[in-house]
């Protein structure tokens, strides 16, 4: 039996020694992780330490980067120890096809696999990269693209057109559709497309690139389209407000006029389109890559060869999430019943103004 125990405590310190043999041999390394996940079912990507009761996309990859081996399990409680960095924060129920988080690992064998084999199949890391030990995936992201699927009956005009599954997208609207989304092209002050921003808040004012509805197409007997935008950087639910006030103007609830008067220092009503449709698709390092993509040392943050895999994860998990709980929950028909109840005309001033009068 004393033998028994003696075998076990050199197991043990040998074990020991392999760990710290194995940290010797790989060093900590800073590096960039491409990542996609079906978001249905979390609160956002952002971990919250200290509430387990909402579960984060982070949570599930901290744990698998403990398990896998590649972080020392106090990292995972202090990410800060890590430097880890996440490019966008994407809210509860949105999903991503190449978000890029940033952070120092020991690059053990296999990595990915090793990382890939303790997370559910609706995360995966689709690549890797090695980047300069200052990177910041979040600061130095010079634009993000997102894209928002939705059914195109939410383009159907309230008062003459069919606002079931069975309503079909006309050249006519899709040209409406687009008209509008080139509205907000350009660096705006979208104060109204976010919550808690005051009008004169510099932070308010963004730089959007281009946005626009694609050609529709029918999944499950559902016509969807998707709409591209990409922009400097987004505030929380800017891009669900964008889509939501194209939808109420197209569907007749609110004059054209209502995005111009939408930049000015008045508080306008937004509707906030819902969130299940909700992708980003990729973060762009532009000048990373001229500074750095070619100094033979580190490669371009773009992932040519990993496109197949993303194309393929979107339509395993993204589209098929989107397109199922549509169906199940109809979360875009139930939010179309609330617009009647938004006030387009009459801004906060004018409210006020009435009432003054009134009395």
Not at 28 to 57: D, E
Not at 274 to 303: I, M
């Amino acid at each position: 039996e004393e033998n028994g125990h003696q075998n076990k405590r050199l197991k043990s310190d040998a074990d020991e020694e392999d760990a710290e043999d194995q940290n010797k041999r790989s060093p900590k390394r800073k590096i960039v992780l491409l990542m996609a996940y079906s978001g249905k079912g979390y609160h956002g990507m952002q971990r919250n330490v200290g509430s387990s009761q909402f579960k984060t996309i982070e949570d599930d990859l901290v744990s698998a980067l403990v398990q896998s081996g590649c972080i020392p399990e106090n990292h995972g409680e202090d990410m800060k120890k890590m430097s880890f960095q996440r490019c966008a924060r994407t809210d509860k129920g949105v999903s991503a096809a190449g978000q890029i988080v940033s952070l120092k690992v020991r690059l053990i064998d296999d990595i990915l696999e090793k990382i890939n084999n303790h997370l559910p199949s609706h995360i995966r890391i689709l690549g890797l990269k090695r980047v300069t030990g200052g990177f910041n995936s979040k600061n130095k992201c010079d634009a993000r693209t997102y894209s928002y699927m939705l059914p195109t009956f939410a383009f159907a005009h309230k008062d003459h057109d069919v606002q079931e599954e069975v309503y079909r997208l006309d050249k006519e609207t899709l040209e409406k559709v687009n008209k509008l989304l080139a509205c907000y092209k350009g660096t705006h002050n979208f104060h109204n497309f976010t919550s808690q921003k005051g009008p004169r808040d510099p932070s308010a004012k963004r730089y959007i690139m281009e946005m626009y509805c694609g050609e529709p197409f029918v999944r499950e007997n559902i016509e969807f389209a998707v709409i591209k935008v990409k922009g400097q950087s987004f505030m929380m639910h800017q891009i669900r407000k964008m889509i939501g006030l194209v939808i109420a103007i197209v569907k007749g609830y609110a004059a054209e006029s209502i995005i111009e008067r939408s930049w000015g220092e008045e508080k306008v009503d937004v509707p906030k389109a819902p969130g299940l449709g909700l992708v980003l698709e990729r973060v762009h390092f532009e000048k990373y890559n001229r500074r750095f993509g070619n100094d033979g040392l580190h490669e371009p943050l773009e992932w040519a060869e990993e496109e197949e895999k993303i194309a393929v994860f979107k339509e395993q998990y993204i589209y098929p999430t989107i397109i199922n709980t549509e169906k199940e929950e109809k979360s875009m028909a139930n939010w179309l019943n609330t617009l009647p109840i938004h006030d387009f005309n009459s801004s906060a001033v004018g409210v006020q103004a009435n009432h003054k009068n009134s009395k």
